[in-house]
């Protein structure tokens, strides 16, 4: 009879040892609940308090900027419309006063354009800049001789007038602008090539 007494007491220890491990895995589960419900309403109101804020900016900017680390010398715009840039893990921003994005520029082949900039390519397609992104007309036939001129652009041995309109300017090969200046007897001499 003691025997089973003693086998009923190791039982019901045994019992007792289950039922606390089932009660501390119960509250390490529920911990872990709380602790992914917590990340999530702090992610949500990031979001919200960012959205509130971000104007013109797309969500995937948004979250770019919430989110990622961005590279050294790498340039982004702020929820503020800031134009900023990664220096060595800090941001410095030039500040946008007007809370309007800035129209950014595009680099082709090594050159900056401004918005709204219209240049030729290295394989002579016609482009434009919009807001950092190259936008250019595919052209099948090569690269005739062109010049650009005042943010327009001629053909070899086209004549236009110069940035004044009284004088003569012409299209030479190899890009150049020729430009001729009236004199008083009313013929022209070479005055100076661009």
Not at 19 to 34: A, G, I, K, T
Not at 71 to 81: N, S
Not at 107 to 120: P, Q, T
Not at 139 to 150: S, W
Request: net charge negative; hydrophobic share 45%; charged share 25%.
């Amino acid at each position: 009879m003691v025997m089973l007494m003693v086998v009923a007491i190791m039982m019901l220890m045994a019992m007792m040892v289950v039922f606390v491990e089932m009660m501390m895995l119960l509250v390490l589960v529920m911990m872990l609940v709380v602790k992914v419900v917590v990340k999530v309403v702090v992610v949500v109101v990031m979001m919200v308090f960012v959205m509130i804020n971000a104007g013109d900016q797309s969500p995937q900017a948004q979250l770019k900027q919430m989110f990622l680390e961005y590279a050294h010398d790498e340039v982004f715009v702020d929820a503020d419309c800031n134009r900023c840039r990664c220096d060595d893990g800090r941001t410095v921003c030039e500040m946008n006063a007007d809370g309007r994005p800035e129209e950014e520029s595009c680099i082709n082949d090594g050159k900056e354009y401004a918005h709204d900039e219209v240049f030729l390519d290295a394989d002579c397609n016609r482009c434009r800049c919009d807001d950092g992104t190259t936008i250019c007309e595919m052209n099948a036939e090569g690269c005739p001789e062109v010049c650009e001129y005042n943010n327009n652009w001629y053909e070899a041995g086209d004549s236009f007038p110069d940035d004044v309109g009284c004088n003569t300017c012409t299209c030479l090969r190899g890009g150049l602008v020729a430009c001729y200046r009236m004199s008083c007897s009313g013929t022209t001499t070479p005055d100076y090539v661009k």
